[in-house]
């Protein structure tokens, strides 16, 4: 898997800041009308003859923000104030969440999304992660089994409660000391799914680590797994549900997030295993209809989840051999 990035230090994320303010400074001074260059990424596949081979954490070319253009000057305005919060984060040594940044000017951002895309903008222009500019989510991940670590120089001792739920830690950076026994990781995608497992003493039988992102995983969650993985040398399972949202879970973990393809290389397990659900087990098993849920109208006319069909039917770059070809015709044919 790929390294860290280079150069990402408090001390060099400050120097790119104050490079780049400095250049718009200058370009304002001269007469000059300041742009900004930032790197665009692929978020789809447009090849349809399954032979694909393009990587969506490559740039593909640069978007120009001027002045010139008056959607460009209000982006550009956000981005600039967000530098300036990040800055003062960095300087101060203390971590924000995207939420408080949006609330210290509501009224400029007017909404979360106009944050997100600033962040996502100033984190490909440094050549950096979220987390560099102190700027970390909320977590929501849960971890148990046979692990053991310190955060910040706090102990979690998963082994001493095998089948009690610890958060994950969303200072991953500052994960020490990890032990572990295990054989594998487990990673589910339901809360509902971890808890039985852990109700059902699961890691007693089995010497392995159990995560979930409660859904579709926050990037603490893929940080933490990734590092696991790193650190351990172990396989990795998922296991999700047996439809568009499963996968699209399944994906994310394994390829990265479109969204954050700028981060993807960093934040993917390209090796992790998919354990099922499969459209084939409900016959496998024996499953009795009503078991069996149909696809919501929701599902059927998801912009997102057809692509995500797409993508795995037609992109080598998603197909891990033939179970995931079978999935997405499964759910088109639905």
């Given at each position: 898997m790929d390294g860290k990035r280079s150069n990402t230090e408090p001390g060099d994320i400050l120097r790119k800041i104050g490079e780049l303010t400095r250049s718009i400074l200058e370009h304002i001074c001269s007469g000059r009308l300041p742009s900004v260059y930032i790197d665009r990424f692929r978020n789809y596949c447009t090849d349809a003859t399954g032979n694909c081979f393009c990587s969506s954490d490559l740039a593909i070319g640069k978007e120009v923000v001027t002045l010139q253009r008056e959607c460009h000057a209000r982006r550009l305005d956000v981005l600039l104030r967000v530098l300036l919060i990040v800055q003062q984060l960095l300087q101060e040594s203390k971590h924000s969440s995207k939420r408080d940044i949006y609330y210290m000017y509501p009224s400029v951002f007017q909404e979360q999304s106009v944050v997100d895309?600033?962040?996502?903008?100033?984190?490909?222009?440094?050549?950096?992660?979220?987390?560099?500019?102190?700027?970390?989510?909320?977590?929501?991940?849960?971890?148990?089994?046979?692990?053991?670590?310190?955060?910040?120089?706090?102990?979690?001792?998963?082994?001493?409660?095998?089948?009690?739920?610890y958060p994950i830690p969303v200072h991953t950076e500052e994960v020490k000391n990890i032990i572990s026994a295990a054989h594998y990781v487990l990673v589910v995608e339901k809360e509902s799914v971890f808890q039985r497992l852990a109700n059902d003493l699961f890691c007693n039988r089995h010497r392995c680590i159990i995560i979930t992102g409660r859904g579709y995983p926050d990037v603490p969650t893929r940080r933490f797994l990734r590092l696991l993985i790193e650190k351990l040398s172990l396989p990795a399972y998922c296991l999700v549900d047996c439809d568009p949202y499963g996968f699209d879970i399944l994906t994310t973990y394994r390829f990265g997030s479109m969204q954050m393809a700028y981060d993807a290389k960093f934040l993917r397990i390209p090796d992790m295993h998919w354990l099922g659900a499969f459209p084939s087990d409900s016959e496998k098993y024996g499953l009795p209809k009503q078991c069996l849920l149909p696809l919501t109208a929701e599902g059927e006319t998801s912009p997102k989840l057809k692509q995500c069909c797409k993508d795995v039917t037609y992109s080598g770059k998603y197909h891990i051999g033939g179970r995931f070809r079978d999935f997405c015709f499964f759910w088109v044919s639905c």
């Open positions: 895309k600033a962040i996502n903008d100033i984190c490909i222009l440094l050549h950096c992660s979220r987390h560099n500019l102190n700027v970390v989510p909320v977590g929501n991940g849960l971890v148990i089994g046979w692990l053991r670590f310190t955060e910040a120089g706090r102990k979690f001792d998963c082994m001493s409660s095998l089948n009690t739920a």
